[in-house]
């Protein structure tokens, strides 16, 4: 659904006249549409939506898109509130609740921030509902049983879809988890896949049943209410990119029109993102533009990713992950074996390493794997000792326990981590996305902890850190250019980090007045530019250091 509102691409003034061929720009007059036009036209009309057996509906470019071109602008049929442990969120205006006790509505009893909350246009239609039942949650169960908060989803959905006209688009999105064109799929996946439509059927019906029976909604019919469910874990789309480390960001998710069309790449050549005005007036509407992250051809499907886009995973966390939406990845990535010559999956025989060859054993699919040079091979996950994935699936596990545990890592833990995988002898490729993860771990590191205030004013003993950091961060952004390139959030993220690390070194003893890091400076602050997307990051990020 579009937005009603946004300001004048030219004067930036605010306007209620969209282009009424794409309605992703607006315009205070015909005067700055006719002004606007060469610019305009680039990504005026370039989608089409087409449609098969095998992926249901998916978008095309109707012609050649450049990069950073916005393709789409939405703001949600339907929002609701998430669950981030151990934080809730207001059921009214989306904001992060402090820990402790949580404060309810006093007439449905679901978390709010205060009585202003509770009266908010989008939470309403459910608290009466809940009044009409002659039902008030106890609070303090909200966190203890998903059912709760997977029971506001299907009612504020449900609830919105007799609305108009939001509702006859929410009717349009697919809800059910029945697999569509996925023959062929491996044994162990099928069975799987099997099981996650049973555990979804589940965790629906337990809250559909919650609904009817103890809260009393039997005038709801329960496919409707199943419906209205199964479209939010179809379709739903994260707000804000950054949502779990900002504490002023929207904990909330939405449901829209568009971007529902897209389907899913591990390599995808568009990004989705939250649009900020200038003065953050629009921060609650979440608005959502789709931007281009580089050129697509004419003809070309316009995907975007369903995972993480920071993160690097293997083919078969990627593949297992993705089951989530009832199907099997076969994107440009997963296909290819080398996984586009980075071998993020990819480890070195141990047959092969203990006569003092180094094979690599390429994962084709979740059922097994072998190893060209001596023919050696196993089960993804089930393999013993013998051949390498053994001592993967250990590090992997030694990372996720790391990850998992709420407490900051010493470095020398990620860095001795880095050595074991990256060893004389290893089994691990070196772009292996587990070694690809620790060494975001400690790149990013000193970002993390400017966010958490850990940062010590004077840098002047981390030098050899810093300079280690910088090193990995080039290799994650040689990474993001070839599975993301363009102007894609997670390349941007590499960029911004390096930028953040030389503007740290220059302010070390005897940098000031180093040419060579001034020059990068200055060339990272100009690759950064074309990545800034909406109007407040372009006018927050830091100026030219040359001109400061």
Not at 170 to 180: M, N, T
Not at 201 to 215: F, Y
């Amino acid at each position: 659904m579009c937005p009603d509102t946004g300001p004048c691409a030219v004067c930036k003034k605010p306007s209620a006249r969209p282009c009424s061929r794409c309605r992703v720009d607006f315009y205070c007059g015909k005067e700055h549409q006719t002004l606007d036009w060469p610019r305009h036209r680039k990504g005026c009309g370039v989608l089409a939506v087409e449609s098969n057996e095998a992926l249901g509906r998916f978008v095309v470019a109707t012609r050649a898109i450049p990069a950073g071109t916005i393709l789409m602008r939405e703001v949600p049929l339907v929002a609701y509130p998430v669950v981030l442990l151990p934080h809730a969120a207001c059921t009214g205006c989306f904001a992060r609740l402090p820990l402790g006790p949580l404060q309810g509505c006093q007439r449905c009893g679901f978390p709010v921030c205060g009585e202003a909350c509770s009266l908010k246009e989008v939470h309403l239609p459910e608290c009466s509902a809940f009044q009409r039942a002659g039902f008030k949650l106890s609070t303090k169960l909200y966190l203890e049983d998903d059912k709760y908060m997977n029971a506001l989803k299907a009612l504020r959905v449900h609830l919105a879809t007799q609305k108009m006209p939001q509702g006859r688009r929410l009717a349009e999105l697919k809800s059910d988890f029945q697999p569509r064109g996925q023959s062929g799929i491996p044994e162990v996946y099928a069975w799987e896949l099997g099981q996650r439509v049973e555990e979804t059927s589940a965790r629906i019906a337990k809250a559909v049943s919650w609904l009817r029976g103890k809260v009393g909604m039997k005038w709801i019919p329960a496919k409707d209410l199943e419906r209205a469910l199964g479209a939010v874990d179809m379709n739903a789309l994260q707000g804000s990119p950054c949502y779990n480390m900002d504490p002023d960001a929207l904990q909330a998710v939405g449901l829209f029109a568009g971007h529902s069309l897209l389907e899913h790449s591990c390599a995808p050549n568009a990004f989705s993102y939250y649009w900020h005005n200038e003065d953050d007036s629009n921060r609650d509407d979440m608005e959502t533009v789709l931007v281009a992250a580089r050129d697509i051809a004419r003809g070309e499907h316009v995907t975007i990713t369903y995972l993480d886009g920071n993160s690097v995973c293997d083919a078969p966390t990627r593949r297992q992950t993705l089951l989530n939406w009832s199907f099997f990845c076969r994107c440009v990535l997963c296909r290819d074996p080398t996984e586009l010559g980075l071998h993020l999956t990819a480890w070195y025989c141990g047959y092969c390493n203990r006569k003092g060859r180094r094979c690599l054993v390429e994962v084709p699919d979740i059922c097994g794997f072998g190893c060209e040079g001596c023919g050696e091979g196993g089960y993804v996950r089930k393999d013993a000792e013998g051949n390498g994935w053994a001592e993967v699936s250990r590090l992997e596990a030694r990372i996720k326990e790391l990850r998992g545990s709420g407490q900051k890592v010493p470095r020398k833990v990620w860095k001795g981590l880095l050595s074991e995988a990256l060893r004389t002898g290893g089994v691990l490729h070196p772009t292996h996305a587990l070694v690809l993860q620790v060494k975001k771990e400690l790149a990013f590191e000193r970002a993390l902890d400017k966010l958490a205030g850990r940062v010590p004013a004077d840098a002047s003993g981390q030098a050899g850190d810093l300079r280690q950091d910088v090193a990995y961060t080039r290799e994650l952004l040689r990474v993001m250019d070839v599975l993301q390139p363009g102007i894609s959030p997670a390349r941007r993220d590499c960029l911004m980090n390096l930028y953040d690390l030389t503007e740290a070194l220059l302010e070390l003893p005897g940098n000031e007045n180093n040419e060579a890091l001034m020059k990068e400076y200055v060339e990272l602050n100009e690759k950064i530019q074309p990545c800034l997307i909406n109007p407040q990051e372009k006018k927050n990020f830091p100026a030219l250091f040359a001109e400061t």
